[in-house]
């Protein structure tokens, strides 16, 4: 293995194979080349930020910027909000419309001076920024090589997540190409396309948001089989961890590590309970006076958030987060306890908890024993029923006041799940129409142009195949806007008059006219969609 500072390109032959692009062979002659041409188009830069999908020219653009002398900065996402804020950070963009062109590549690479600036969200959401050398990245590249050089000689990698993040740098990029393995260049987002292109004896590199969708696959027959599965990001549940072993033919291996700290641990999972994590070569780790997990690595010494305690068998577990640990009405609550208190009920298969408003609240996806209960008692009397079994083993401070139930639990690339996330499934679902214009046509009179939102709750059902919205809502709505743009008492339309002559459906444009009659104490309505009337009527007052 060659350490990445000192990648040239007198490293590898120059028809050596780096990657493998929808049926072309990618070789280090045209690798080293383009990187050269990078360089010397970003040549001055002190800051390059470099995004895209495609692993080779995200490799070129990389080592390209490295090699010019400029630090890389690497988003948290390739949201257009992201990027958009990148914009005063940075001085070139490298993405997919970048064109490298050819020329020598002289490498200025340095373990201290070449610099990767990644951005992590964690847990909460908010961006954090985290840098690291080439040195630092070639230590972890070293232990890693150590353990697994060897038995994945020669092996393809693929991946399903990102390789702006670290996981997904190190494993699909950095280390193939410090091992001289090749990479496919693509990232794969499909089981089908990934299972069909996937070479056998590959390494793929993927996480829990795509090992729990592999339900309903069949079995690889042995000459489809990858040489290992990894995951990474967020603890692998046990039936994902089965489910794996049954389709891909391997034991899905889980890396344990940080976007500032690399790997750090592994442990092999084949659905037949979770076993302890193990150090890599040359790391130690053992826990502190708190029981915080303490890690001694080749490139220093470092405290980590995580409550650990060794096992017999030389390796550690995990036991939560420090950070996850939250203050309801002064008193101190493990949201990781709460999670697995309700992850043992029988009706529960994950669970996440976060706190919402100075209370707990929990989203759950259900087993069936679960789905039949909500079915049966409805969600009021099926979150009472949780509560009275939590009380059992948890103080009532302890006990979640709020729930939702979902198909799954809501997931990054990494697997890993937000609380910003889980916060939105207790918003508040849009109810209105958005205003997109207002125009007064005369005393108490007001005409506004809506736009009838796809997402809106009251399509729900209404009816399945053929949305159409309720007449109802529509005679909430006049009431609503009498009373926010026309200024009158209207508690709720209680009398009123209402005739339908066309539907209105998720999309539409439609003009609502208010006409306030004083005199008569009544409210006239009018919904128009162009020139058709979809309803019109009276509010009395």
Not at 267 to 273: F, K, L, Q, S
Not at 327 to 338: A, F, H, N, T, Y
């Amino acid at each position: 293995m060659i350490r990445l500072e000192h990648l040239s390109p007198a490293a590898f032959a120059p028809d050596h194979v780096v990657a493998f692009r929808r049926g072309e062979t990618l070789r280090w002659q045209r690798f080293c080349a383009e990187i050269g041409g990078t360089a010397r188009q970003l040549a001055g830069c002190r800051r390059v930020a470099v995004i895209g999908d495609d692993s080779w020219d995200f490799a070129v653009g990389l080592l390209g910027a490295l090699s010019a002398g400029a630090a890389v900065i690497l988003p948290v996402n390739t949201q257009p909000a992201t990027l958009a804020a990148l914009a005063g950070q940075v001085e070139r963009v490298v993405d997919a419309s970048f064109v490298p062109g050819a020329a020598e590549w002289k490498p200025a690479l340095s373990a201290e001076g070449s610099r990767l600036i990644f951005h992590t969200s964690g847990s909460t959401g908010a961006a954090k920024r985290v840098e690291r050398g080439l040195g630092n990245l070639s230590a972890e590249l070293e232990a890693l090589h150590a353990l697994w050089g060897e038995y994945l000689a020669g092996a393809v990698a693929l991946a399903t997540v990102p390789h702006h993040h670290v996981y997904g740098l190190v494993f699909k990029l950095l280390w193939p190409l410090a091992a001289g393995r090749p990479f496919l260049a693509g990232r794969h987002d499909l089981w089908e396309t990934l299972l069909a292109e996937m070479p056998e004896g590959a390494l793929l590199v993927t996480s829990p948001a795509h090992l729990t969708r592999l339900g309903g696959l069949e079995p690889l027959l042995p000459g489809r089989r990858p040489r290992m599965v990894l995951s990474a990001g967020a603890p692998l549940p046990e039936a994902a961890a089965g489910d794996a072993a049954c389709v891909l033919g391997v034991p899905v291996t889980e890396i344990y590590g940080s976007t500032e700290t690399g790997a750090m641990a592994t442990r092999r999972r084949d659905g037949a309970g979770e076993p302890s994590w193990h150090p890599l070569p040359g790391y130690g780790i053992a826990p502190t006076a708190e029981g915080l997990l303490r890690l001694d690595a080749p490139v220093g010494r470092l405290d980590i958030a995580d409550h650990m305690e060794t096992m017999a068998d030389g390796g550690f577990r995990l036991m939560g987060r420090a950070d996850r640990v939250a203050k309801v009405e002064g008193k101190r609550i493990s949201l990781d306890e709460v999670e697995r208190a309700l992850e043992a009920l029988p009706q529960v298969e994950r669970a996440a908890v976060l706190v919402l408003d100075g209370r707990l609240a929990a989203v759950l996806v259900l087993g069936g024993e679960g789905r039949e209960a909500l079915g049966a008692l409805g969600r009021f009397r099926f979150g009472r029923r949780l509560r009275r079994q939590l009380a059992a083993g948890l103080e009532p401070i302890c006990l979640p006041r709020r729930w939702r139930f979902v198909e799954a639990l809501p997931m990054g690339d990494m697997g890993k799940c937000r609380a910003a996330d889980l916060a939105e499934l207790f918003a508040a679902p849009d109810r209105l129409p958005a205003v997109l214009g207002r125009r007064e046509t005369g005393e108490g009179a007001v005409a506004l142009d809506l736009k009838i939102g796809t997402g809106l709750p009251w399509f729900q059902g209404h009816f399945p195949g053929h949305p159409i919205l309720p007449g109802v809502v529509q005679l909430d709505w006049a009431a609503h806007f009498a009373r926010t743009e026309l200024g009158l008492s209207l508690p709720a339309a209680q009398e009123f008059q209402i005739k339908f002559k066309a539907v209105i459906r998720p999309g539409h444009h439609v003009a609502l006219a208010l006409r306030h009659d004083a005199a008569k104490g009544r409210l006239a309505f009018e919904y128009r969609r162009g020139d058709d009337v979809c309803s019109s009527g009276t509010v009395y007052l």
